[in-house]
T-cell receptor
Framework: DQQVKQNSPSLSVQEGRISILNCDYT??????FLWYKKYPAEGPTFLIS?????DKNEDGRFTVFLNKSAKHLSLHIVPSQPGDSAVYFC??????????????FGEGTQLTVNP | NAGVTQTPKFQVLKTGQSMTLQCAQD?????MSWYRQDPGMGLRLIHY???????DQGEVPNGYNVSRSTTEDFPLRLLSAAPSQTSVYFC??????????????FGEGSRLTVL
């Protein structure tokens, strides 16, 4: 029972264009969402997060959108750069506090940005 | 500037052997956790700890033991390795407050193969 799903295993975009990575969740108790980026042979690193009291959070080229009624969130990267090529994981928890102890991850999406 | 350190980075075991994956963090974080990453399944929580002397099970705890005798260390023990435990293992930590984002800090991973 996958509570956090990333339905696209891979995504390929051209440099300078927008990358949109999607994530769906089924557990209505989830209230806090994060995106992690992972390069090969490295651990995941935090990218951006959003609380359910917001529908958008922006940090430079990265914006996360949350649609609670649809149980859907997305990560937009504009403009995309070749260095953004990595696996992106969506993750969820019941609160920012429990995100340290119980974080549920999606399967990941491999983003490739072509020069 | 060590952060979260995992050893070993690579290990090959035979079925039935035991071993311990080591994890140490130097950030004085209360929360520590172990995840495994398998293709198409994202990261799944094995065990976690909210402080020294306190541990709890995650999503996939069977076949693994943990202990937390100090704040810094959180070893993961495989008592009798099975091929199904072939995976990449990540240790992560966070302080109790989680800052503004609740992000986890991950180690670089330990790749385990069980023959």
């Amino acid at each position: 029972d996958q509570q956090v799903k990333q339905n696209s295993p891979s995504l390929s975009v051209q440099e300078g264009r927008i990358s949109i990575l999607n994530c769906d969740y089924t557990n209505s108790m989830f209230d806090y969402f994060l995106w992690y980026k992972k390069y090969p042979a490295e651990g995941p690193t935090f990218l951006i997060s959003i609380s359910s009291i917001k529908d958008k959070n922006e940090d430079g080229r990265f914006t996360v959108f949350l649609n609670k009624s649809a149980k859907h969130l997305s990560l937009h990267i504009v403009p995309s750069q070749p260095g953004d090529s990595a696996v992106y994981f969506c993750a969820a928890s019941a609160s920012p506090e429990t995100s340290g102890s119980r974080l549920t991850f999606g399967e990941g999406t491999q983003l490739t940005v072509n020069p | 500037n060590a952060g979260v350190t995992q050893t070993p980075k690579f290990q090959v075991l035979k079925t039935g052997q035991s071993m311990t994956l080591q994890c140490a963090q130097d950030m004085n974080h209360e929360y520590m956790s172990w995840y495994r990453q398998d293709p198409g399944m994202g990261l799944r929580l094995i065990h976690y700890s909210v402080g020294a002397g306190i541990t709890d099970q995650g999503e996939v705890p069977n076949g693994y033991n943990v202990s937390r005798s100090t704040t810094e260390d959180f070893p993961l023990r495989l008592l009798s390795a099975a091929p199904s435990q072939t995976s990449v293992y990540f240790c992560a930590s966070r302080n109790r407050q989680g800052g503004l984002t609740g992000e986890l800090f991950f180690g670089e991973g330990s790749r385990l193969t069980v023959l």
